[in-house]
């Protein structure tokens, strides 16, 4: 959810842009943080979409040419010691 967290990260600060201007008495740059927050309020639906579009239950992954082989390097598993065997017989 790459782009809905940066939507909430703006709605975020915005509202901590508003609660600073308040403690401090600075009406006149009150709309900074009102254009802030509806500007994070505003995105969050665009950036939900564009979050689900991103991870669209209908993609089929690709097959053929097109697709990508990873490979990777096999770890070596660790043999166990031999074991003692005693004499046959007894």
Known sequence: MRYSGWALLVFGAGGLL???LVSTN???IGWTASATMAA???L???ALVADWWAHRPWRKPPTGRNRKRISYPKARSKSSPPRK???RGK
């Open 18 to 20: 508003g609660l600073g």
């Open 85 to 87: 065997r005693g004499a």
């Open 44 to 46: 969050l639906p665009v």
């Open 40 to 42: 994070g309020l505003a």
């Open 26 to 28: 600075l009406a006149g």
